[in-house]
């Protein structure tokens, strides 16, 4: 059963702009990762928060956590139009990954 | 590039039709999932394995059986392929200890 929900469900930006991605979810995890999809393409991880950490960074992409509100957020610094992709949250609880719906992040050149 | 295949890629295919779909992986993973996705949707668990000879339904009912008699391969079969089951297939692994799942590039499934 689906754990996370992101929203929004599609995003629309232009180039350059920022991106954020919000993600809930329902139980106490372990860590939480996103992962970024290209159509008609498998996932693929980018960036891994553990349960006891509140903000991380890697490149351009910077997440939070906060466990009180069991949310997250993926932030897209200087969006480029190669970010056009789905987005999904992902947590892990003992071995038990689930993913949520995803958002669609549209990046207009 | 995660190590993780998935053949066919695309396959179209009659009503009543038996197919498998393949995944393989060279990681040496002891962890192998199954995930059903529609365009643009959630991933729905369908089948995983934590090992050989090891296999257990997911979150997802699903009319598929799956195998796992060696590590590096996890095939999904249909005994009759139906026209709900067009849908992308995505297959998925991850190590002892791993936290990240590395996918494969997906078998985009139609059954007409």
């Known amino acids: 059963s689906q754990q996370g929900e992101e929203d929004p469900q599609a995003l629309s930006i232009q180039e350059g702009e920022n991106a954020t991605m919000n993600c809930s979810y329902k139980t106490s995890i372990n860590n939480l990762q996103w992962y970024r999809q290209n159509s008609g393409r498998g996932l693929v991880h980018l960036i891994l928060i553990r349960s006891n950490e509140r903000e991380k960074h890697s490149g351009r992409l910077r997440v939070t956590l906060d466990t009180s509100k069991k949310s997250s957020s993926l932030l897209i610094t200087a969006s480029r139009a190669a970010d056009t992709a789905s987005y999904f949250c992902a947590t892990d609880a003992d071995n038990d990954m689930r993913f949520g719906a995803g958002t669609r992040l549209t990046v207009k050149p | ?112």
């Open chain 2, 1 to 112: 590039e995660a190590d993780i295949y998935q053949t066919p890629r695309y396959l179209v295919i009659g009503t009543g039709k038996k197919i498998t779909l393949e995944c393989s992986q060279t990681m040496g993973h002891d962890k192998m999932y199954w995930y059903q996705q529609d365009p643009g949707m959630e991933l729905h668990l369908i089948h995983y394995s934590y090992g050989v000879n090891s296999t257990e339904k997911g979150d997802l009912s699903s009319e598929s059986t799956v195998s796992r008699i060696r590590t590096e391969h996890f095939p999904l079969t249909l005994e009759s392929a139906r026209p709900s089951h067009t849908s992308q297939y995505l297959c998925a692994s991850r190590g002892f200890g791993d936290y990240e799942q590395y996918f494969g590039p997906g078998t985009r499934l139609t059954v007409t």
